[in-house]
């Protein structure tokens, strides 16, 4: 097990991997309605240590109210407690006379972390929903979610 502290704020422990949640990775259905990684934490999620500037109901994780970036950071803090910081990958250029596929690798702990904005943070702990127009939060006029 390992104690994880998304970008929000949000702690809390995550479970080891087992064969069944990498299962949940190709799960077509999941895939088709974009829950994959949402589903595949919360399958990890243990338990809340913090909330963070969220307001789950009992100490339980409300998945749909919490932030993409929570869940893809948590989503890598599992892959990287299973499998270890590097993390290989092919890539194929595009020019159609090359087509060559190369062998890349970074270093997850190595990725570049921003911390929750204070405006968001505030936002969602007054009971904000995590999927809203940037227009409530900022003006900026995009839709995110």
């Given at each position: 097990m390992i104690e994880v502290t998304c970008p929000s704020g949000l702690r809390g422990i995550l479970r080891n991997v087992k064969v069944k949640d990498e299962q949940t990775l190709f799960d077509r259905g999941l895939s088709k309605?974009?829950?994959?990684t949402t589903r595949f934490v919360a399958d990890l999620w243990e338990k809340?240590?913090?909330?963070?500037?969220?307001?789950?109901?009992?100490?339980?994780?409300?998945?749909?109210?919490?932030?993409?970036?929570?869940?893809?950071?948590?989503?890598?803090?599992?892959?990287?407690?299973?499998?270890?910081?590097?993390?290989?990958?092919?890539?194929?250029?595009?020019?159609?006379g090359c087509r060559e596929a190369f062998q890349w690798e970074i270093d997850l702990d190595q990725l570049t972390l921003r911390e929750t904005?204070?405006?968001?943070?505030?936002?969602?702990?007054?009971?904000?929903?995590?999927?809203?127009?940037?227009?409530?939060?900022?003006?900026?006029?995009?839709?995110v979610r």
């Open positions: 309605s974009g829950q994959t809340v240590v913090d909330p963070g500037p969220y307001t789950f109901s009992g100490g339980v994780v409300a998945w749909p109210d919490v932030l993409q970036a929570d869940i893809f950071y948590l989503f890598v803090r599992a892959r990287v407690a299973a499998y270890g910081t590097k993390h290989g990958f092919s890539v194929t250029c595009r020019n159609y904005a204070p405006e968001v943070k505030a936002y969602l702990a007054s009971g904000g929903a995590a999927f809203v127009e940037l227009t409530t939060l900022s003006g900026v006029g995009v839709k």
